[in-house]
């Protein structure tokens, strides 16, 4: 996840102190919301939308900067003062590269600078935190990111750092950017998996390809090592920002794969508030970068479902597949609207979304991520089933799961499914062309639907919305 956050360094504010940081996260999530959802707002919230709308969300995954900690301000507060004025609820987290990399982007450093990195803890120094290539023994930049460096995660000391020099630099007022009321970091490219595997280059001669001292040997990638590593750290930095009421958030991806490890973190004594999947259940990634895909669908719907500690960030993205929301109805590819992508994933997110833990944010964008937009399918007024009744459950091609109002309906596979039994009686489906209009729909015992799309079935004398679902208790 990478857009230039910039953020120009005017000295000291002396306006952020140990004092300035938020109260604890909140434990219960938008008890009276369905799907619970988040936003990302990167480019220097250069499309920032209104401080109502952007209230509305659940999290806001913000880059750091200047810009972004006003362009949301009013009445003489900073950006993050005044959304939570609107809604006391919404956690805010502010963007940093996590700490097995290095950004050394003007916008992107962070403590005394890549050069003074590399003077005292770089080559030929004796507490080294730059990782080196095995055959240049130079510094290592991601061909993805040429400004990024690798950095060695397994050092406490660069750890340590990482940990007391982002609170310094953000909530400690060092970079001139108003923090007050921001709630967490969200750490970028934090994975138990190496970063850009086979994509590292020598520092200035991105030509030529090089493989880190610490975890590349025999032939194969260390992943193990770094592995350890990470786990060591959020071992490390998860009380270390919580003992400054700063809660961390990880974009850690890979939950298909790799289930076995998202449940270590999830049991870990102190796990992270929230991780993310960047790839959620659709993304552009691979191909002809111009439509959806749904890598590993079915595989994170169970270790996604049986989340309890922490949270869930289900990223879908894709685009651009054009401007505003008008971009919403152009098909791509395979002729999928981003409205249908936008069912097919909060459709995929409630077989899997736990509503006594509230482990989980959903969040959609086909702007990337330098625009963003509320959903009316994210308010509770319009779409609200009330409890789950029961885990989700495969029949056929089709995957459902029942609620006090209904059913969420979703077909992963790459066939379309016909005449599909109700689970029960008869319902009306719904999606997003009719949902708001739902007492037009008519009532029907079977129903079609295509590949990878996911509607809602309304039980008889059910409401869409909240009106017959009473608010949980906070």
């Known amino acids: 996840m990478r857009a230039p956050c910039i953020a120009t360094v005017v000295g000291c504010l002396s306006l952020v102190g140990a004092g300035a940081a938020s109260a604890a996260l909140p434990a219960r999530v938008a008890p009276e919301k369905f799907i619970p959802s988040f936003a990302i707002c990167y ?87 730059i990782a080196l290539g095995q055959r240049s023994g130079g510094y290592l930049q991601s061909v993805p990111y040429p400004h990024e460096r690798l950095m060695e995660l397994g050092n406490p000391n660069w750890r340590r750092y990482w940990c007391d020099t982002l609170y310094q630099d953000y909530w400690g007022g060092r970079k001139g950017v108003d923090c007050r009321g921001a709630d967490a970091i969200f750490s970028d490219n934090t994975s138990f998996m190496i970063p850009w595997a086979d994509q590292w280059r020598v520092e200035g001669r991105p030509e030529e390809a090089d493989v880190p001292t610490r975890y590349y040997a025999d032939g194969q990638w260390r992943h193990d090592r770094w592995r350890a590593d990470f786990f060591q750290l959020l071992k490390e930095a998860v009380p270390r920002f919580q003992a400054r009421g700063i ?32 790839g959620g259940f659709v993304c552009p990634w691979g191909g002809d970068q111009r439509s959806f895909k749904f890598w590993e669908w079915e595989q994170k719907l169970a270790p996604f479902s049986i989340l309890r500690r922490t949270k869930a960030l289900m990223c879908n993205h894709a685009g ?6 008008a971009a919403m109805a152009v098909p791509d590819a395979n002729g999928m609207t981003g409205w249908d992508a936008l069912w097919f994933a909060l459709t995929s997110f409630l077989l899997g979304f736990d509503d006594v833990s509230r482990n989980g944010f959903l969040n959609f964008t ?27 459950t495969k029949r056929g091609r089709v995957h459902f799961r029942e609620f006090d109002d209904g059913w969420v309906a979703v077909n992963g596979s790459a066939e379309n499914a016909t005449g599909i039994p ?9 999606h997003h062309d009719n949902f708001k209009e739902w007492r037009q729909v ?32 906070r």
Request: aromatic residues 12%.
């Open 247 to 278: 809660g961390l958030l990880t974009n850690t991806g890979d939950l298909g794969r790799h289930p076995e490890r998202w449940r270590e973190i999830d049991a870990l004594p102190n796990p992270p508030y929230a991780v993310m999947e960047e």
């Open 43 to 129: 480019s220097d919230a250069q499309g920032a939308r209104p401080t109502e709308e952007t209230a509305r969300f659940d999290l806001l995954v913000v880059c750091f900067s200047q810009h972004a900690a006003s362009v949301w301000g009013r009445e003489g507060k900073n950006s993050w003062q005044s959304l939570k004025a609107l809604n006391p609820d919404l956690v805010i987290a502010l963007y940093a590269m996590g700490p097995g990399e290095y950004n050394t982007a003007d916008w992107g450093q962070i403590g005394e600078g890549w050069e003074w990195l590399k003077r005292h803890h770089g080559k030929g120094t004796a507490d080294r935190w």
């Open 422 to 430: 109700v689970p029960a009686g008869t319902a009306r489906v719904l």
């Open 320 to 325: 651009p597949f054009g401007d505003g929301l």
């Open 366 to 392: 086909i702007w990337n991520y330098d625009e963003y937009y509320w959903f009316d399918e994210f308010d509770p007024r319009y779409l609200h089933l009330g409890r789950a009744k029961s885990p989700f």
């Open 442 to 473: 008519p009532l029907v015992s079977t129903f079609d639907l295509p590949a990878h799309r996911g509607v809602v079935l309304l039980r008889p004398g059910k409401q869409a919305g909240n009106a017959d679902n009473p608010t949980p208790p």
